[in-house]
């Protein structure tokens, strides 16, 4: 049975289940009330038959003529009996049961008594009578319940041609409902079906129903995990090819030499020199995206100590600002607060080197170099500026990514550049690992800033 039956049959289930105790709530209340009333006026009118009922001088009980009038409302259903102490019948109105007492067991009661007997068929009070503390008989006034039976019966048959009147439509409609809501995860069972077939993760589910209710929200986070995943093989795809271009040209220049050694049968200088060279740059490939790929795994153990940024920033200057010379370029500290923070002391000094690094990379030769340190009330703000191309605003999204270098947007010599488009990736981890941010406001012709920001001491030790 599918999941659509079973959900109508369930919710039908629990409506007859429901309509059918309301029924019988409303009917036992119904029955209350309906007793209530008659032995409200079952009461007042043994009162007022009370005071007709007396006793000659020999001691028997006797009823004086009762009025015309008396049960001018009821005078179809009442039915009075009045019994000796001897439970000899002295008074009836009506023979509907002949000489029958109305209720046997009120013959012989010493209170007041409520009872329903003949199968329902009336509502009896018996009320013993007494003289001078001796019982001397007993008064039963009887309702006659046929038309109440009726009225009972025919309530009853509405109720139960309501209820399945109620449970068709409800059935009606909550199969309708369900039919609607299956269709769309049926829709998404086929939207599923249809990506593992068709090996097409840029497929998505088209989800006419309410946004948010679970199945929308179920629809959302499957699109959302698609375009995850859509991501991820486009980045693993690219990733492959950059690594295999990236490859291909140490390789080639290895190869080459190695060619030309075996070909004249002796080892130049040069060649040496181009193979070690060669060699040196495919190692940091390989390190750099081994580091890449342990810290977006989360597998870099991060153990942070205070970090003395003032001192890193002026060391990593040191260590650049020779190179920057050497292609009169000019490098220099803007501004430079004391601030200390919560962090790797070799990681973060690695996001400066790349980032340094990479101004140094692509400033033309004469340009400038800006570097800045300062704090604000929770953070230390650095920033790194180029007087170099900058870079087109559709380059952006991808900037920190493997592999991106913009060779296009920094208009530059692929011969110029040293790197592989890691070092911005790295430095993007590592500062994010650190509850820092990175960004970057650049603009075609105006150069290039880096902006990073890490929590200062206290606000990141974990």
């Known amino acids: 049975m599918s999941i659509r039956y079973r959900l109508a049959a369930t919710f039908t289930l629990l409506g007859i289940i429901f309509l059918a105790v309301f029924g019988g709530v409303m009917y036992f209340l119904y029955s209350n009330i309906i007793f209530a009333q008659l032995d409200e006026l079952l009461m007042l009118e043994t009162i007022h038959l009370s005071g007709y009922v007396y006793e000659d001088k020999m001691g028997y009980l006797k009823i004086q003529p009762l ?19 001897d439970n000899r019948l002295i008074y009836q109105n009506q023979m509907v049961i002949g000489l029958q007492p109305l209720a046997p067991d009120g013959l012989n ?69 369900v039919s609607r809501e299956i269709r769309r995860i ?40 698609m375009s995850r995943l859509e991501n991820i093989l486009i980045s693993q795809r690219r990733f492959l090819a950059d690594v295999s271009h990236e490859l291909r040209t140490p390789m080639t ?4 030499n190695v060619d030309l050694m075996r070909r004249f049968g002796e080892f130049d200088e040069e060649s040496l020199n181009t193979i070690d060279t060669q060699t ?30 003032a001192d890193l920033l002026l060391e990593v200057y040191q260590e650049l600002v020779l190179i920057s010379e050497y292609r009169d370029q000019r ?15 070799d990681q973060l ?68 550049i040293s790197g592989f488009g890691l070092g911005l990736s790295i430095a993007y981890w590592i500062v994010r690992n650190h509850n820092g941010t990175i960004k970057v406001n650049t603009a075609p012709g105006k150069g290039t800033e880096f902006i990073v920001r890490l ?4 606000a990141g030790i974990m």
């Open 455 to 458: 929590p200062l001491t206290g």
């Open 67 to 85: 009025p015309s009038d008396i049960h001018r409302q009821t005078k179809d259903k009442l039915i009075i009996q009045v019994w000796n102490k």
């Open 280 to 309: 040196d740059r495919l190692t940091r490939m390989v390190t750099s995206l081994l580091l890449l790929e342990q810290v977006e795994t989360g597998r870099v153990e991060i153990k942070k100590t205070p970090v003395n940024m």
């Open 331 to 345: 490098m220099q500290i803007e501004e430079i607060d004391l601030v200390v923070v919560a962090g790797n002391r």
């Open 109 to 177: 009661a010493q209170d007041t008594l409520f009872s329903t007997t003949y199968n329902g068929r009336f509502r009896v009070l018996s009320r013993p009578i007494y003289n001078d503390e001796s019982h001397n008989g007993t008064l039963q006034i009887g309702y006659d319940l046929t038309v109440f039976s009726l009225t009972e019966n025919s309530l009853i048959r509405e109720m139960v041609l309501f209820t399945i009147f109620a449970v068709l439509i409800a059935s009606s409609l909550i199969y309708l409902v």
């Open 253 to 256: 220049i290895i190869k080459g």
């Open 349 to 416: 000094k690695q996001v400066l080197l790349n980032l340094i690094s990479n101004a140094i990379n692509y400033t033309p030769d004469g340009g400038d170099i800006y570097l800045a340190l300062r704090k604000d009330e929770s953070s230390v703000i650095i920033t790194i500026k180029d007087s170099g191309p900058g870079i087109p605003e559709e380059d952006l999204p991808y900037l920190f990514e493997r592999f991106y270098r913009g060779e296009k947007s920094r208009a530059r010599q692929a011969s110029q």
């Open 186 to 225: 049926i829709n998404i069972t086929d939207t599923v079906k249809r990506i593992n077939d068709a090996d097409d993760p840029s497929l998505r589910i088209e989800d006419t129903g309410p946004r948010g209710d679970e199945i929308g929200e179920l629809a959302i986070a499957f699109n959302h995990t």
